[in-house]
């Protein structure tokens, strides 16, 4: 089965809500990422939580690996956040092997 | 700095051709990928090189796809012979290994027709 699940599959805002964005795994991430991915663009690295919560700009993100999952919540959005956000979790412990889930399509309208 | 760059940004192939995809990671970066990336399947490794040794062949995608890193600033892709199910984004990305940060580049679309 999938092995990282993403939801909602879609989302649509109006500018200045906020998005939570889920990710649940289904085996032991030893480490955790978060991607954006622009339409028709490539994907950025936004920031890696492997675990607690960690806060860049308008993006905090929680990771609560017991449970095996995390949360990425924009905070006030903007249209120009429209696009895809990807999770992504490394099962390897090497660092290398990213698994990725299908990811959350984010549209903020203005 | 350049980041990754990929060429073609299109490539449109006929079933059964051989198609060739480049990509020039990030100047010093050790660590080498690819991905494909479908609407249904997200993204799926095809390739990982480290210092521009294989380490990963895509187990799967074994037996059409080849990648090669003759040095470490290009990397080919090869897809020999093209099946209309290939068609897809293909993504190459690099970082300078473990846990640092995986820089991508724009991809190729590949439509097989």
């Known amino acids: 089965g999938q092995q990282v699940q993403q939801s909602p599959a879609s989302l649509v805002l109006q500018e200045g809500e906020n998005a939570e964005l889920q990710c649940n795994f289904s085996?032991?991430?030893?480490?955790l990422q978060w991607f954006y991915q622009s339409p028709g663009g490539s994907l950025v690295s936004l920031l890696s939580?492997?675990?607690g919560t960690k806060h860049t700009g308008r993006l905090t993100s929680t990771t609560v690996t017991k449970e095996r999952r995390s949360s990425l919540h924009i905070s006030s959005s903007q249209t120009t956040d429209s696009g895809t956000y990807l999770c992504?979790?490394?099962?390897?412990?090497?660092?290398?092997?990213?698994?990725f889930g299908t990811g959350t399509s984010l549209l903020v309208d203005p | 700095d350049a980041g990754v760059t990929q060429t073609p940004r299109h490539e449109v192939a006929e079933k059964g051709q051989t198609i060739i995809l480049k990509c020039e990671p990030v100047?010093?970066?050790?660590?080498l990928f690819w991905y494909r990336q479908t609407k249904i399947q997200g993204l799926e490794l095809l390739s990982y090189?480290?210092?521009?040794?294989?380490?990963?062949d895509g187990g799967a995608f074994k037996d059409r796809f080849k990648a090669e890193m003759l040095n470490s600033s290009f990397s080919t892709l090869k897809i020999q012979p093209t099946e209309p199910k290939d068609s897809a984004v293909y993504l190459c990305?690099?970082?300078?290994?473990?846990?640092?940060?995986?820089?991508f580049g724009a991809g190729t679309r590949l439509s097989v027709l």
């Open positions: 085996s032991t991430a030893t480490q």
């Open positions: 990305a690099s970082s300078l290994g473990g846990k640092n940060t995986l820089y």
């Open positions: 100047s010093g970066h050790n660590d």
């Open positions: 939580n492997p675990s």
């Open positions: 090189f480290r210092s521009k040794s294989l380490m990963e």
């Open positions: 992504a979790i490394d099962r390897s412990n090497m660092g290398y092997k990213l698994t």
